[in-house]
């Protein structure tokens, strides 16, 4: 499958662009209000700080002068037979007060120990409503993924980043161990032994890795990869990275791609195969995807109620294409992508301009000003330049 613009140009993505946005809308969404409802919250516990705050203030000034005043009299009077009036009514005051304060601060305590759990249910709900989302619809973003495996299992991690927005997925994964042989297939590595009968010789020999355990799996974007194979003893250990088709392989610390010797036995064909093989296990072999985290400006997001702003950097991604697919397009109030068969075959999918405004304002003012990002507000001009993702 093929996707291309009306005029036949190939999206930058070769992905189906018009259900990824009316997914992207969709989410938008949902996840506005329940930011909202947070602010909400939090603001209306602001409110009652305050008002706190300005009620226990105003005690301790009302006791300060109400002492101040006292002494002022009982100087100006100058008769002893006053003193233990006055003191008696400092006294009664006093402690009418700080009842009072121990109160309105027992209040806030309460206050301060409900309010994370009042929002909680809304942070997990954006997490969980943004969870299938992020982990294929950010245009764009740059992807780095980690594995372990060992005798208790497979874990993994994947982050993704683009334009100060950050990401962190924690992967399940439906494997208890992961083998070379699952996840490359077969392997065999040169490395150098002593043999011979009359007399010990160094000679070359192929060591099968398919055994061994996959122990460390880091692979990105630009199709970078460092691995680590171990075998069930964890008493030898290879190593292969590299990218950009130049692969390195050691053994333990000795770099075999350096040795003239066995660097011609090393199957460069089945090294170059290793991303696409990644990929292919991913795809069949990933459960879940939780997503834990998401940062903007290495700022947590969801507790700063930067959500909103995650969206907009999302947006500037899918603008990018809307205003390509306008530019290329015959009709200027609908976006437009064709799918293309292997046979031939093309069908179109297409969205209106004021289908995604109409969406978008029935959130609020935040999802006119998405709308404005996008590029599919009446008052934003349709641009004839060619666009590409950032």
Not at 117 to 141: D, M, P, T
Not at 161 to 167: E, F, H, I, K, T
Not at 319 to 334: P, S, Y
């Amino acid at each position: 499958m093929k996707y291309v613009y009306q005029d036949s140009t190939e999206l930058p993505v070769q992905l189906d662009f018009i259900e990824d946005l009316k997914t992207f809308l969709d989410i938008a969404s949902r996840v506005i209000p329940l930011e909202n409802s947070i602010i909400e919250i939090k603001c209306r516990h602001k409110e009652t700080f305050q008002e706190l705050k300005k009620r226990i203030e105003g005690m301790n000034y009302f006791e300060e002068r109400l002492e101040v005043l006292l002494r002022k009299l009982v100087n100006e009077i100058d008769i002893e037979d006053v003193v233990p009036c006055a003191n008696a009514v400092m006294q009664t005051c006093s402690e009418d007060l700080r009842r009072k304060r121990g109160a309105l601060e027992t209040e806030w305590t309460k206050i301060e120990n409900r309010t994370p759990n009042e929002y909680k249910n809304y942070e997990e709900e954006i997490l969980e409503v943004l969870s299938s989302f992020l982990i294929s619809g950010v245009y764009g973003a740059e992807k780095r993924l980690e594995l372990s495996s060992n005798s208790s299992g497979i874990s993994g991690e994947m982050d993704g980043w683009v334009s100060g927005l950050q990401y962190h997925y924690k992967l399940g994964f439906t494997e208890e161990t992961l083998t070379v042989e699952k996840l490359l297939g077969n392997l065999s590595l040169p490395g150098w032994t002593r043999a011979g009968i009359l007399r010990k010789e160094d000679k070359i020999k192929m060591q099968d890795l398919s055994e061994f355990l996959i122990s460390f799996l880091e692979y990105d974007t630009q199709e970078n990869v460092r691995i680590v194979l171990e075998n069930k003893k964890s008493n030898r250990k290879f190593k292969i990275e590299g990218g950009e088709h130049r692969y390195f392989v050691y053994e333990d610390d000795k770099e075999i791609t350096a040795d003239k010797a066995l660097e011609p036995f090393i199957d460069i064909k089945s090294l170059l195969s290793i991303p696409e093989k990644i990929q292919a296990y991913l795809k069949t072999h990933v459960h879940t995807y939780t997503l834990s985290q998401v940062l903007l400006d290495e700022e947590d997001a969801v507790s700063t109620n930067q959500i909103f702003d995650c969206l907009k950097v999302i947006a500037e991604q899918y603008g990018v294409i809307i205003q390509e697919c306008l530019a290329r397009g015959h009709n200027k109030e609908e976006i437009i992508i064709k799918m293309e068969e292997a046979d031939g075959t093309r069908t179109e999918k297409y969205i209106t301009r004021a289908e995604i405004y109409a969406q978008l304002a029935e959130i609020g003012s935040e999802g006119i000003e998405i709308a404005g990002i996008l590029g599919v507000d009446s008052r934003t001009p349709i641009k004839d330049r060619k666009y590409l993702i950032v």
